[in-house]
């Protein structure tokens, strides 16, 4: 008996696009596309239960080679919150510009409305995860409720942030996606400039310091 071939589900996602890239459509059907490379539909089930999930699993793959390769420096692991999530950025539209073709195939036609799309699904949650790992310094409002809120208003910003991004990208023509890079840092810095509670906090320590002051010299 011949020896049962193992396909791995990257092997599975490096096979749909190709094919999707090579045909310009999606396969037929799990079987005829099992058959064509060569391994039993079975195993295609052991990873997958749709095309569609391989589609969600595709942006997943990359995010999690992003994480992947950022954990591998020891520079990034001293990184402020502020610097991590560039790193982030820079490394993920590596990924998505080494995928161009595909990530175009698949996104363009809904380009102007990524934020329902379900293909992009598994990738929000990843990452929102990742923005709440980051530990984004809020203002310590000390009511569980407000805090709650802040961090779903912080995730959702952060997901739009990326999708405009990622927007940006598909229609930017520039050499080497330079205005890409150039968007990365102004936005993402521009965002945490906004959300610098440093000068704000020393408005309330000042207002605290005044109406402590005031109530005890009366």
């Not at 997958?48 to 992003?66: M, R, Y």
């Not at 161009?100 to 990452?127: A, C, D, E, M, W």
């Not at 990208?169 to 102004?186: A, L, P, Q």
């Not at 000042?206 to 005890?216: A, H, S, V």
Request: overall charge positive; proline content about 1%.
């Amino acid at each position: 008996m011949a020896k049962k071939k193992i396909i791995t589900r990257n092997d599975i996602i490096g096979f749909y696009m190709d094919y999707v890239l090579e045909h310009d459509q999606n396969p037929k059907s799990i079987f005829a596309f099992s058959k064509l490379n060569k391994f039993e539909e079975s195993q295609f089930y052991t990873h997958f239960a749709s095309f569609e999930a391989i589609e969600k699993g595709i942006f997943e793959a990359f995010f999690t080679n992003s994480i992947t390769a950022l954990s591998k420096s020891g520079d990034y692991k001293t990184f402020d919150a502020r610097n991590k999530l560039l790193s982030f950025y820079y490394t993920f539209f590596e990924n998505l510009t080494a995928n161009r073709s595909y990530v175009i195939h698949s996104l363009n036609k809904h380009k102007n409305s990524l934020k329902g799309l379900k293909t992009l699904s598994g990738l929000k949650q990843h990452f929102s995860n990742y923005i709440s790992q980051l530990e984004i310094q809020m203002l310590d409002i000390k009511q569980e409720q407000i805090e709650k809120i802040q961090q779903k208003t912080l995730k959702e910003s952060a997901w739009l942030q990326l999708l405009m991004t990622m927007k940006f990208w598909m229609d930017d023509t520039s050499s080497s996606f330079e205005k890409t890079d150039i968007f990365i840092e102004k936005s993402v810095n521009t965002t945490f400039d906004v959300l610098d509670i440093a000068p704000l906090k020393s408005v309330i320590d000042l207002g605290k310091f005044l109406f402590k002051e005031k109530f005890q010299m009366n």
